[in-house]
């Protein structure tokens, strides 16, 4: 028996973005040459500057500083007349901001003769060198962020090769005892005589019982703690080396970061409908000295304005043969769904009108249930699978298909490209062969209008201003986020702005 495949294929426009003034485009690069930030728009109640602190050894704060200057001077692109590789102006030419620097928010570890990270990372033990190390730049961020005058808006976090390699990162050995109590854990979870109290007791514990620790994430928990924005700053940003990029991109990419980190909105979506709140589900495997079995979910949540903030969700344990086909429970969903909406009020007075939930995995009906009495009250909501697909389409032609390409097959599984041949800079730039996602509604959802969502979501990472966007920006920091919150600890953080987070 004959079987027929019904193919239809379409293609998205460009998601629109919004600069300073009335400008518009797709072309990050060119609308903020053009038209500078969006917050341009909001006047004089717009600063004229940003106020830069620097931390870390003497050698790679000069060099940071002279990096700065180079930003605020201009790069030229490599070869002239490259869409993907264009020269950077400079950084006061392009967000209409002045970079400021001064010794008062200046911490330079070790002075008078004394190398303090050269003495931190010479232990022989690796959890002695992390602590140490992450307690020469804690102290240095707790005096900055103390201050009232000369309060940096932003710090330039910066770590030596020898402290990447020496304390980057560190997995704890467990004592004998600690063995024993994580054995007779998962052997009582595994014949499920695990109950709530156990599960409590496993999330209490603090950053000091992680088996893996990550000095990236640690410090990005500190600096939250303090409520101070910070960007690591490595020898791959500031000189040539094998693994950089170019130094026009790198001033793009870095100089992008800066500014919606010390408080700017570089541009936003075009608004389309209803105010909507874009919501990120996701699990992160948590490993403890006696919990590493634990997932925790967490919310990245965005408005239709771009502004983000994460929230954490309860800690899940894992079933037998479970795998990565992890779940929230009615009660877990639900509250997370009060909790965003929450959040959501707060930050702009009003709830939306439209929630968009995306997940990697389907949405079993206890999620289903409770995420949709959580928003009972919200016009309009969409809860939708983006999981990768082995499914490929291939073009006529030197190129892949383009970004945005939506297919569906027989009319019942609809698929998006959301990496491909770029529109705006004429090439595909990616390394491999794009991979489409596959889109899944829970119920009667417009699988077109979730694609867009999609497509356009890519294109709000304010970290970067490179267009290669794999996933939306509800899905693409889930790691990072999970590895802050939980060497955070167990309290949520007063901040949940996403700036924080990147």
């Known amino acids: 028996m004959k079987m027929t495949i019904?193919?239809?294929?379409?293609?998205?426009?460009?998601?629109?973005?919004?600069?300073?003034?009335?400008?518009?485009?797709?072309?990050?690069?060119?609308?903020?040459?053009s038209a500078g930030p969006f917050d341009m728009r909001f006047g004089s109640a717009r600063p004229d500057k940003i106020s830069v602190g620097l931390?870390?050894?003497g050698e790679l704060i000069d060099s940071a500083v002279a990096w700065l200057d180079r930003c605020e001077d201009g790069i030229g692109a490599l070869r002239e007349g490259s869409k993907l590789r264009r020269s950077f102006d400079g950084f006061s030419s392009v967000f209409r901001k002045k970079i400021v620097t001064s010794d008062?928010?200046?911490?330079?570890?070790?002075?008078?003769?004394?190398?303090l990270i050269a003495d931190a990372i010479r232990s022989d033990e690796p959890l002695v060198r992390f602590t140490k190390v992450l307690g020469l730049y804690d102290d240095a961020l707790k005096q900055l962020a103390s201050r009232e005058i000369n309060r940096p808006d932003i710090v330039l976090v910066c770590i030596p090769p020898d402290v990447r390699e020496r304390a980057g990162n560190v997995t704890k050995e467990l004592?004998?005892?600690?063995?024993?109590?994580?054995?007779?854990?998962?052997?009582?979870?595994?014949?499920?005589?695990?109950?709530?109290?156990?599960?409590?007791?496993?999330?209490?514990?603090?950053?000091?019982?992680?088996?893996?620790?990550?000095?990236?994430?640690?410090?990005?928990?500190?600096?939250?703690?303090?409520?101070?924005?910070?960007?690591?700053?490595?020898?791959?940003?500031?000189?040539?080396?094998?693994?950089?990029?170019?130094?026009?991109?790198?001033?793009?990419?870095?100089?992008?970061?800066?500014?919606?980190?010390?408080?700017?909105?570089?541009?936003r979506l075009r608004p389309e409908g209803p105010q909507t709140c874009f919501v990120g589900v996701t699990f992160h495997h948590v490993e403890r000295a006696k919990s590493h079995i634990v997932r925790s979910s967490l919310a990245h949540a965005f408005s239709s304005d771009g502004e983000g903030f994460a929230i954490r969700g309860g800690g899940v344990p894992v079933e037998p043969g479970q795998a990565l086909n992890v779940h929230l429970s009615y009660e877990q969903a639900f509250d997370l769904g009060e909790r965003i909406i929450s959040e959501y009020r707060l930050r702009?007075?009003?709830?939306?009108?439209?929630?968009?939930?995306?997940?990697?995995?389907?949405?079993?009906?206890?999620?289903r249930e409770g995420f949709q009495q959580a928003l009972a009250d919200i016009p309009i909501v969409s809860l939708i699978t983006l999981t990768p697909s082995p499914l490929r389409l291939f073009r006529f032609g030197t190129y892949p298909p383009k970004v945005g390409t939506v297919f569906?097959?027989?009319?019942?599984?609809?698929?998006?490209?959301?990496?491909?041949?770029?529109?705006?800079?004429?090439?595909?730039?990616?390394?491999?062969?794009?991979q489409p996602v596959e889109i899944r509604g829970v119920t009667s959802e417009n699988l077109e209008i979730a694609a867009r969502d999609a497509l356009n979501l890519t294109r709000m990472n304010w970290n970067t201003a490179d267009l290669k966007g794999r996933h939306p920006i509800t899905l693409s920091f889930?790691?990072?986020?999970?590895?802050i919150l939980t060497e955070f600890?167990?309290?949520?953080p007063e901040e949940t702005s996403f700036r924080y987070f990147v």
């Open 489 to 492: 600890g167990d309290e949520d």
């Open 104 to 115: 008062l928010m200046t911490i330079r570890i070790g002075t008078e003769g004394r190398d």
């Open 348 to 367: 702009t007075g009003a709830a939306p009108l439209r929630v968009v939930v995306h997940k990697t995995s389907d949405f079993d009906d206890d999620e």
């Open 478 to 483: 889930a790691r990072r986020v999970g590895g």
């Open 6 to 33: 019904d193919l239809s294929v379409s293609e998205l426009p460009s998601p629109v973005l919004e600069f300073g003034g009335a400008a518009s485009g797709s072309d990050l690069k060119e609308g903020l040459l």
């Open 55 to 57: 931390v870390g050894p």
């Open 408 to 434: 569906s097959v027989n009319d019942t599984r609809t698929f998006l490209y959301t990496t491909g041949l770029i529109p705006e800079v004429g090439t595909y730039p990616g390394p491999h062969i794009p």
């Open 175 to 267: 004592s004998d005892e600690a063995k024993a109590v994580a054995k007779s854990f998962a052997k009582r979870q595994k014949s499920r005589q695990l109950d709530l109290l156990d599960l409590l007791e496993t999330v209490e514990e603090g950053p000091d019982d992680l088996i893996k620790r990550d000095l990236h994430n640690a410090l990005k928990a500190k600096a939250l703690k303090y409520r101070l924005p910070i960007q690591i700053v490595t020898r791959k940003l500031l000189h040539e080396t094998n693994e950089s990029e170019d130094p026009a991109t790198r001033a793009w990419n870095f100089s992008v970061g800066l500014y919606y980190k010390s408080g700017g909105v570089p541009w």
